[in-house]
């Protein structure tokens, strides 16, 4: 069986990070990315994907990403149930990230640490920048 998602799009807000009671960091985020096509009206639809992130990479994540960063997410898709506060069961589907990559630089007036902030996330999460642009992309 194979479980694999690959999905390019732009943070919707900034991530959240939480601690598990044993310690283990897990960030949540979502990104915008647009349907490959266009409506009848003629306007490309933009999907809204949750996304978990877990240990380093989620206090990474955390401390570079923001609101309208580009990023490339690697992962699995899971379904969770929860019982919402009416009692009524739900259904929530994530993707758990295996890795996340930044194809952007800050835009200015983001916080940074320093000048190279992107290169320090890229060299402490293990990989290394893309550069291309968003019409390079096949999808």
Not at 3 to 13: M, S
Not at 36 to 46: D, H, I, L, S, V
Not at 113 to 126: C, K, T, Y
């Amino acid at each position: 069986m194979l479980n694999k998602i690959i999905l390019i799009g732009r943070l919707v807000r900034e991530p959240e990070l939480r601690y598990t009671p044993s310690g283990v960091a897990v960030a949540r985020f979502t990104i915008a990315v647009d349907r490959p096509f266009a409506n009848r009206q003629g306007e490309r639809e933009t999907d809204f994907i949750d996304i978990v992130v877990w240990q380093k990479q989620a206090e990474i994540c955390t401390q570079y990403l923001g609101k309208g960063r580009l990023v490339a997410v690697e992962g699995r898709l899971q379904i969770r149930s929860y019982d919402d506060s009416q009692g009524v069961r739900r259904k929530a589907a994530e993707v758990v990230a295996e890795q996340v990559r930044f194809l952007d630089r800050p835009r200015e007036g983001q916080a940074t640490i320093g000048a190279g902030s992107n290169d320090i996330a890229l060299a402490e999460s293990g990989y290394s920048e893309v550069n291309f642009s968003e019409d390079d992309i096949p999808f």
